[in-house]
């Protein structure tokens, strides 16, 4: 999303040397700014695509922008972008396992050709993204966006002992995927 450019007064343009009122989303600017970042690392990590997690970060922060007067007034609006962003990658995760399986069907193989993730982190990416979604989400804004319980509930609009409950299951299951000492918990 290109950067808004504050107006600039035309002399002659409007008969006078000063400028028609035009307000510009100042704050939603520093917004995208400070949280674009953050929102592009988090769908990374959970859909294993960088230009991928840069049109899903992208399409929730257009859809902020369209609802700038509702969710400029969020107490949370980080967490609103990033719920949309982590629900955008999950239903784009799904149609894209969808679409791989058709191909794999149609060329007689069931595994994509194509890794997404470099392969230092290709077992772990593939391990997080068969967790259950709200699981992979919740590991995801934990370690990718180093958010609290508290944080990570206020993004998935859940109570905190249900994220307390989702990142033990995870990492459980994790734990056996990847054959790691479980007793090493963060």
């Not at 859809?63 to 239903?91: D, F, M």
């Not at 969808?98 to 595994?111: D, K, Y």
């Not at 890794?115 to 979604?133: N, S, V």
Request: charged share 25%; net charge positive.
């Amino acid at each position: 999303m290109p950067a808004a450019r504050p107006a600039r007064s035309v002399p002659g343009a409007t008969g006078r040397d000063e400028m028609p009122s035009v307000r510009l989303p100042g704050r939603f600017e520093h917004f995208y700014y400070e949280e674009y970042p953050r929102v592009v690392k988090l769908v990374y990590a959970l859909s294993g695509s960088r230009a991928g997690a840069e049109d899903i970060a992208q399409e929730a922060f257009l859809r902020a922008y369209q609802n700038w007067e509702r969710v400029g007034s969020y107490e949370h609006q980080a967490a609103w972008v990033r719920r949309v962003a982590t629900n955008l990658a999950t239903s784009g995760l799904r149609r894209r396992l969808l679409e791989a399986r058709a191909l794999a069907r149609l060329a007689g193989r069931r595994e994509p050709a194509l890794e997404l993730l470099p392969t230092d982190q290709a077992d772990f990416g593939r391990a997080l993204r068969a967790l259950p979604r709200r699981q992979a989400q919740a590991v995801a804004l934990f370690y990718v966006e180093d958010l609290s319980v508290q944080q990570i509930a206020v993004v998935l609009d859940c109570a905190e002992g249900t994220v307390k409950a989702h990142l033990a299951k995870a990492r459980h299951t994790l734990a056996k995927r990847l054959q790691l000492d479980s007793g090493e918990e963060r």
